[in-house]
């Protein structure tokens, strides 16, 4: 593409050497450039691409955008500063690529817990009413019936274009996209024309990176702030900052809640471990997913198909029809009668949540057991509050691993074990091998006890010293429960 139509609509300070151009490739790491390629120096969180200029242009990068041009230029390279490299980078993904998320719907859903329910839930709803999709989450990506696996929540915006573009090409009218708070502060989804932002909540997660709350919520806020006044933005205002969200937004506001009247208002009516029936908006509904934390999900995507222009009847029938999401309350039952739900609760909040959907579901007469751990190289202040909730809302809580990364596993455990109330010392044990945990988990169990385990869900890996070793919750209750039902 000609560098010249590439700079449509991007503020330049400064260009010098070749305006008239081809560009066959826009980079944002050194060691991908190719001949002819433009690399975009950005200054990330553990070093400056600024220092990687020269070794881009020896792979070939024939323009070079940046915010301090080098002191030493080279003859034959095109040099343009920018204010901010990152923000030009998602404007020129969007023109390198046509400027894909125009030529769909594209749907973003933000929040700490349930962005992942909630798109997935969105792209099986539309390929029940009959569109075809791209879906960009957590667990996977999708194009149609295609799966690509998936390398972050929100991938980078040059990653995100070419799916988009591909999605475009290949007749898909909706894109349903997970935009995590990492995501809008490193601007992987600047240039993208959201049709539709959801929101579904906000509680303590990754104050390792974002340091305070507020930083936090200032990033999450930043995503209603950026859309435009034909987007429709729709808030869960039973959150207490639900409505902060939509303080500065020029979008259309719409409200979604259970405790409060609302736009589209939500009740559970009955539940059990095999559904819930669910009034939405004065019309009842069976669905298979359990928890009432789903309940909250399928209102958020109820509200954005209702959005979308479909009408309320398709859209319960098809939600009627939907299927668990992959390690979200998902349910297996042992041959010997033990009920497992494997859940990717992994901070206060989920595990806190969660516990309360079960203990609200069980007759009391069961023994609820919680395996569960945090992750290394995360957020410590979540660990202790995650030992008092698991103890507390347990009949037993086994503290085990879960990607230790580059921290002593036996130091996480102790952090957890930190938080249990002294009423709960008897309530709980530690094993670091999570095998051994689940091994533990079941032996201790009786027919028609309950078995919880948190924290990795759809996850097939456990990631220790930078390795990830092949490890699924799912998989190990099912060879093992059938192991030691023999
Ligand atoms: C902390 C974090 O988010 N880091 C992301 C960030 O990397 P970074 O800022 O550390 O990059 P850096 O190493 O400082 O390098 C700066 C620049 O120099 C470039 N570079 C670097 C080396 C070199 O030789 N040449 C070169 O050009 C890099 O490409 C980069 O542009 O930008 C990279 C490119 O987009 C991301 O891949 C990387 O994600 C890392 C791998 C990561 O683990 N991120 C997680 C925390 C994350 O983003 N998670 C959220 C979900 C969280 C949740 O909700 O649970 C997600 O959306 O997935
Ligand atoms: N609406 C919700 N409110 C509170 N907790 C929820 C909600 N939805 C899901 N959860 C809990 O959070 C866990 C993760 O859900 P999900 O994967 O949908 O969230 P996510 O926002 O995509 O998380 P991540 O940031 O890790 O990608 C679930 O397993 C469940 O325990
Ligand atoms: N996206 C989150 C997921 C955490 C899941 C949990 N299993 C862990 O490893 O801490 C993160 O990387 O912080
Ligand atoms: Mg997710």
Same mark, same amino acid.
């Given at each position: 593409m000609k560098l010249e139509e590439l700079l449509k609509r991007i503020p330049v300070l400064e260009m010098i050497g070749n305006q008239n151009t081809d560009v066959s490739e826009i980079v944002f790491d050194s060691r991908k450039a190719v001949a002819d390629s433009l690399y975009v120096a950005i200054k990330g969180t553990v070093s400056d691409?600024? @220092?990687?200029i020269d070794s881009s242009i020896e792979k070939g990068a024939k323009v070079i955008l940046c915010e301090v041009l080098p002191e030493d230029l080279k003859d034959n390279v095109t040099y343009i500063q920018v204010k901010d490299a990152s923000k030009t980078l998602g404007q020129l993904a969007s023109n390198f690529y046509g &400027?894909? @998320?125009?030529?769909l719907n594209l749907i973003g859903v933000t929040g700490t817990n349930g962005k992942t329910s909630v798109a997935t839930l969105l792209f099986d709803i539309f390929k029940i009413l009959g569109f075809q999709s791209l879906l960009i989450s957590t667990v996977e990506y999708r194009i149609r019936d295609e799966i690509i696996p998936s390398t972050h929540t929100t991938p980078d915006v040059i990653r995100i274009n070419q799916m988009l573009a591909k999605a475009v090409k290949l007749d898909c009218e909706y894109a349903f996209m997970e935009v995590s708070s990492h995501g809008i502060h490193q601007n992987r989804t600047e240039g993208l024309h959201f049709k539709i932002a959801g929101f579904t909540n906000i509680t303590h997660d990754h104050l390792d990176y974002h340091k305070t709350f507020e930083e936090y919520l200032k990033t999450k806020k930043r995503f209603f702030d950026e859309l435009n006044s034909e987007a429709i933005a729709i808030t &869960?205002?039973?959150?207490?900052n639900g409505n902060v969200m939509l303080q500065n937004t020029k979008a259309k506001k719409k409200t979604y809640a259970l405790k409060t009247m609302a736009d589209f208002h939500g009740k559970m009516l009955e539940t059990d471990f095999n559904g819930m029936l669910l009034n939405f908006n004065g019309k009842e509904f069976w669905t298979t997913l359990s928890g009432k934390f789903n309940v909250y999900n399928l209102l958020l995507a109820y509200a954005i198909t209702v959005e979308s222009g479909f009408h309320e009847e398709d859209i319960l029938k098809a939600m009627s029809q939907l299927k668990t999401v992959k390690g979200r309350f998902e349910t297996l039952k042992s041959e010997g009668g033990i009920f497992f739900i494997i859940d990717y609760a992994h901070t206060p909040d989920a595990l806190e949540n969660i516990l309360d959907s079960i203990n609200e579901i069980r007759t009391k007469n069961e023994r609820l057991i919680t395996v569960f751990g945090c992750g290394g190289d995360?957020?410590?202040?979540k660990r202790p509050e995650m030992g008092k909730i698991a103890s507390r809302k347990s009949t037993l809580a086994i503290i085990t691993s879960d990607n230790p990364r580059t921290e002593n596993p036996a130091t996480i455990i102790q952090e957890i074990e930190s938080g249990v109330e002294p009423q709960y010392f008897s309530k709980y044990t530690s094993i670091p091998d999570r095998r051994e945990a689940i091994k533990m988990a079941i032996k201790f169990s009786e027919p028609k006890d309950i078995i919880l385990i948190a924290g990795?869900?759809?996850?097939n890996y456990q990631e220790i010293d930078g390795i990830k070793h092949h490890f699924d919750d799912k998989e190990t209750v099912i060879e093992l429960a059938k192991l030691m039902s023999k």
């Open positions: 691409g600024h @220092s990687f &400027n894909p @998320s125009e030529k &869960n205002i039973d959150d207490k995360r957020d410590h202040a990795k869900g759809h996850e």
